[in-house]
């Protein structure tokens, strides 16, 4: 699909969403959302891949502990309990409302961000004279305004009280961005790791790995980069250890993290891997990861 394209289907699905598709029945909705953004219809009778799988935990895997999980702000206190504080990126402030904010008392740099989307309104400062405040405030309101539950029907994220939350800034041995380590995770066991890079730079970029870190000839949605010789993180058994940790009992979620100066930090927990949308090339990785989840007889 191309970017012309893609652009237009984003359009009219940002126009049928606030007219016509707020208005139906979830399950009525992701199967016409999968139909338009795969080509395919949805079989959630007998889902058999990872996206098909998706759509089905939208719809009947709903666990209230699900939403403290996903909540930005509310996940550093599940996760220091579950595995220790120090790999919580400190908070430096959470506030209702923009205009709350004391700027002042922020250092020079840090994160601005919504607990409850995918990054709208989001503000990485580097440099705190030269911030335009008036021009965060009015990103971070266009992100608490942001109902992120209609866009794909991401339940977790339904029930999120919204707040902002200001973050340390930090940065990995690059100085200028974070890889994310990405642990693709199936009732606590770890499959598969993808390592996001370059993105706020020469474009995103992507990699996977076996979880003994060896490159996959394989993509999820961005290219591969075969060239880019990404080092394994010595710490990349507690890596796996912490991930399997934090996602016991769980059919499907992807514990993110960071790695910054040899210390581990958690970044969040995914629930629906590009809101179960994601393109497999090879496709037969989105059958095999599919097969990796289970999904539970006892659903809400």
């Known amino acids: 699909m191309n970017k012309k394209v893609k652009k237009t289907l984003i359009h009219i699905k940002d126009f049928l969403e606030q007219h016509v598709l707020k208005y139906m029945d979830d399950k009525t909705f992701l199967m016409i959302y999968f139909r338009i953004f795969t080509g395919k219809r949805l079989n959630l009778k007998k889902p058999r891949t990872f996206n098909e799988k998706i759509q089905w935990m939208k719809l009947y895997n709903r666990k209230p502990e699900y939403t403290v999980m996903a909540d930005k702000y509310l996940a550093k206190e599940y996760v220091a309990k579950k595995i220790g504080q120090q790999y919580v990126i400190p908070l430096l402030g959470v506030w209702d409302s ?12 840090f994160v601005l961000k919504c607990n ?26 266009k992100g608490l305004n942001e109902n992120f539950f209609l866009h794909g029907r991401e339940w977790v994220y339904k029930n999120i009280p919204r707040k902002i939350i200001a973050e340390q800034y930090m940065t990995d041995e690059s100085g200028y961005e974070l890889k994310d380590y990405k642990i693709f995770c199936f009732d606590g066991v770890p499959k598969l790791i993808e390592v996001d890079f370059d993105r706020f730079t020469t474009g995103h970029k992507r990699n996977l790995y076996t979880t003994d870190w060896k490159l996959m000839n394989a ?8 060239d880019k010789k990404i080092e394994k993180p010595q710490c990349l058994d507690e890596l796996l250890k912490l ?12 514990v993110d993290f960071y790695v ?16 179960g949308l994601a393109k497999f090339r090879p496709e037969s990785l989105g059958v095999k990861m599919g097969a990796y989840i289970r999904l539970p007889e006892n659903s809400v």
């Open 116 to 141: 409850h989307n995918s990054g709208t309104g989001m503000c990485i400062c580097t440099d705190k004279s030269s911030l335009d405040i008036e021009q965060v405030k009015k990103n971070l309101r």
């Open 219 to 226: 993509e999820i949605k961005y290219k591969r980069v075969s």
């Open 260 to 275: 910054i100066n040899k210390e581990i930090y958690f970044g969040e927990l995914t629930f629906y891997h590009e809101s």
């Open 243 to 254: 991930a399997a940790k934090l996602s016991e009992g769980i059919p499907h979620v992807r």
């Open 98 to 109: 923009p205009d709350e904010i004391r700027f002042d008392e922020l250092p020079d740099r």
